[in-house]
């Protein structure tokens, strides 16, 4: 029996630092304005920091896979302060892992693929990190994960399933 954790930073998009400099200084401008000018500026200036605040807080999401002998738990971080468990999942129903780009997994791809399954992304978004495709069932319904596993992860996998792992 094994257990580890596999913690996971989204990468933050181009925009999105552009975005909330903007959304701030707009919120203060129309503060000033208030101030100066008339008080009917001031709720617009409010919701613009308010926004700011929570876009802030939903654009920096973090990943936390955690296995637990044949378990699986995926949790999602917001903001690095908000902590919500997005699945658990028994490894023992797994289909098959493998590379996203790997023959295995070809049939439940989105372009080429004949079989159309529910997909959850918890990868880094990474150019650098390669991620993999996890098909598993949860509950009554089959879903494709996409994951991004070490290689220290994947050997403990594949050491209690090993025919259903493709390392490569």
């Known amino acids: 029996m094994f257990e580890t954790v596999v913690q ?28 100066i000018f008339t008080t009917g500026l001031m709720l617009p200036g409010a919701c613009m920091i308010l926004l700011y605040y929570v876009y802030g807080l939903f654009c920096r999401k973090e990943y936390e896979y955690r296995f637990s ?7 999602v971080i917001w903001g690095g302060r908000m902590r919500r468990q997005a699945h658990e999942l028994d490894l023992e129903e797994m289909e098959v892992v493998a ?9 439940y791809t989105k372009k ?8 959850y992304d918890y990868t880094s978004y990474d150019d650098a990190t390669p991620y993999y495709t996890m ?22 996998i594949k050491r ?4 259903r792992v493709i390392i490569e």
């Open 69 to 75: 002998g044949s378990e699986l738990s995926i949790f």
């Open 8 to 35: 996971v930073k989204r990468k933050t998009k181009l925009f999105t630092k552009t975005l909330r400099v903007l959304m701030l200084a707009f919120g203060i401008f129309f503060i000033i304005n208030a101030i």
């Open 112 to 119: 080429y693929g004949s079989v159309k399954l529910k997909k």
């Open 135 to 156: 098909i598993i069932m949860e509950g009554e319904k089959k879903i494709k994960l996409l994951l991004d596993l070490d290689k220290e992860t994947l050997r403990m």
């Open 99 to 107: 590379p996203h780009w790997h023959e295995a997994v070809s049939k």
């Open 160 to 163: 209690l399933y090993p025919n």
